[in-house]
């Protein structure tokens, strides 16, 4: 019955809950590319920054101020928060960036509630369709007092069509939150360490 519908035909089939459907998964799938680059750029960042800024301490905080004055890197960012506390202390110093650095973590958490929410709606949006395509079928069953199968099979093909596109659609958004979830802990730890290490080292110069 559904070996000669294309994808168009398979979104009539489907009904509402089905365009609804594809429409969250054009859209998760904008947010994992738009949070891939992000996470790609955040982590070069990190990768790159850190031997450019030990080359410039030994000179001072100043040369290190200079040095980053022009660096949008979220280290950069750190860094500079940091030094703008160099006078009141290596306390201080590590709480500013302490808090800045929770701001950058807090970028990489964008539109992340998003892809949580399509995955964890998906399922039951599917579900009412299937709700609906028995409903249907069960209907055109009565209309038709108790013909033969053909009668009920476009209601059953809506059902079993919203079924399929609701876990399509969630299962790649709830992966991807969780990979991006992990990988936000992870970048978080390492952000975090090499804050440390920056003011270890910017004091340890002052000293």
Same mark, same amino acid.
């Given at each position: 019955?559904?070996?000669?519908?294309?994808?168009?035909?398979?979104?009539?089939?489907?009904? @509402?809950?089905?365009?609804?459907?594809?429409? #969250?998964? @054009?859209?998760?799938?904008?947010? @994992?590319?738009? /949070?891939?680059?992000? #996470?790609?750029? #955040?982590?070069?960042?990190?990768?790159?920054?850190?031997?450019?800024?030990?080359?410039?301490?030994?000179?001072?905080?100043?040369?290190?101020?200079?040095?980053?004055?022009?660096?949008?890197?979220?280290?950069?960012?750190?860094?500079?928060?940091?030094? !703008? =506390?160099?006078?009141?202390? =290596?306390?201080?110093?590590?709480?500013?960036?302490?808090?800045?650095?929770?701001?950058?973590?807090?970028?990489?958490?964008?539109?992340?509630?998003?892809?949580?929410?399509?995955? !964890?709606?998906?399922?039951?949006?599917?579900? #009412?369709?299937?709700?609906?395509?028995?409903?249907?079928?069960?209907?055109?069953?009565?209309?038709?007092?108790?013909?033969?199968? !053909?009668?009920?099979?476009?209601?059953?093909?809506?059902?079993? @069509?919203?079924?399929?596109?609701?876990?399509?659609?969630?299962?790649?958004?709830?992966?991807?939150?969780?990979?991006?979830? /992990? /990988?936000?802990? !992870?970048?978080?730890?390492?952000?975090?360490?090499?804050?440390?290490?920056?003011?270890?080292?910017?004091?340890?110069?002052?000293?």
């Amino acid at each position: 019955m559904l070996n000669n519908l294309g994808l168009i035909a398979l979104l009539q089939k489907g009904g @509402i809950t089905v365009i609804v459907l594809a429409f #969250f998964s @054009i859209l998760s799938l904008g947010v @994992i590319m738009e /949070r891939l680059r992000a #996470f790609y750029k #955040f982590k070069k960042g990190l990768k790159a920054f850190p031997p450019q800024i030990q080359k410039t301490l030994a000179h001072g905080g100043e040369a290190a101020a200079s040095a980053i004055s022009d660096i949008r890197e979220p280290l950069a960012k750190i860094f500079k928060v940091g030094l !703008s =506390k160099y006078n009141q202390g =290596k306390t201080a110093a590590g709480e500013a960036m302490e808090l800045a650095a929770r701001q950058e973590i807090l970028s990489l958490e964008r539109y992340l509630g998003v892809l949580g929410t399509i995955g !964890s709606t998906a399922p039951f949006i599917g579900l #009412f369709g299937t709700v609906l395509g028995i409903i249907r079928a069960f209907h055109d069953l009565a209309i038709a007092e108790g013909a033969g199968p !053909s009668v009920v099979a476009d209601g059953i093909a809506e059902a079993l @069509i919203a079924t399929a596109a609701g876990l399509f659609v969630a299962v790649p958004a709830v992966m991807a939150y969780n990979y991006f979830t /992990r /990988r936000i802990n !992870s970048l978080s730890l390492e952000l975090e360490g090499k804050a440390a290490e920056f003011v270890s080292i910017l004091f340890k110069e002052k000293q």
